[in-house]
């Protein structure tokens, strides 16, 4: 409601200081991973593929500048290993999988170079910008192997903003509901078709075990690339 209502907002008063107004809706593919608590225990961390999602707004100011509000669904996640599986020796290892969802809201700053002397109407895209998610969804699996004898369980993700105690293994099971971070984006648009790809830096502790400490800080990282159209 609160991300509409600002879309409104924007919608309204671009119209009344007579600039110029498009939306857009883009889609695609990426790689996540985190930035996973440094523990020597944790001997692995790995991407994850995943999908993004956006409606947006082109709230352009000038020809070469605007600003684009969104509104979109995307996932995040990554796969950590802890201790290492050595072939039929090793008795207890760990492997954890982690694939959130958010609904997230970015405000994305854009440059646009014309090449028109090359392609009619075609422009380079260059910006970047914040943005704040929230979780909704999620899987978490888990598996390996605890004094010789195999495991495995999937669940749903639990988001909570309650903090553990300092060191606790609690490095999965729970992520922090909000998150936020920045934006970086380049691409092409090309008449009514947009084709990008970005990287979203994450600045938030998403681990509810870890508040309290450094070294066990997790935090959203993620290359995607996106099609669209223009409107």
Not at 132 to 152: D, E, H, P, T
Request: proline residues 4%; charged residues 15%; neutral net charge.
């Amino acid at each position: 409601m609160i991300a509409a209502a600002l879309m409104a907002a924007s919608f309204s008063d671009s119209q009344a200081q007579g600039v110029e107004l498009s939306y857009g809706l883009k889609g695609g593919y990426g790689r996540s991973t985190m930035r996973a608590p440094r523990r020597a225990d944790i001997t692995n961390v790995s991407g994850y593929y995943t999908f993004n999602s956006e409606f947006y707004l082109d709230i352009a100011f000038t020809e070469h500048f605007s600003i684009q509000p969104g509104l979109g669904v995307t996932g995040r996640g990554a796969k950590i290993n802890v201790l290492q599986e050595e072939a039929s020796t090793t008795t207890t290892f760990y492997k954890y999988q982690s694939n959130p969802i958010y609904l997230e809201l970015p405000v994305n700053f854009i440059a646009k170079i014309p090449i028109g002397d090359i392609f009619d109407k075609c422009n380079v895209i260059l910006g970047g910008g914040p943005y704040v998610a929230y979780g909704i969804a999620g899987k978490q699996k888990l598996s390996g192997k605890f004094l010789g004898k195999s495991f495995s369980s999937e669940d749903n993700i639990t988001f909570s903003n309650d903090d553990q105690p300092v060191n606790s293994n609690n490095f999965y099971g729970e992520i922090k509901k909000f998150d936020f971070g920045l934006n970086a984006i380049a691409g092409v648009e090309y008449h009514w078709v947009t084709l990008n790809i970005g990287y979203a830096y994450g600045a938030v502790n998403i681990n509810p075990g870890a508040n309290l400490t450094p070294i066990d800080r997790m935090k959203n990282r993620s290359w995607y690339g996106s099609v669209g159209v223009k409107f």
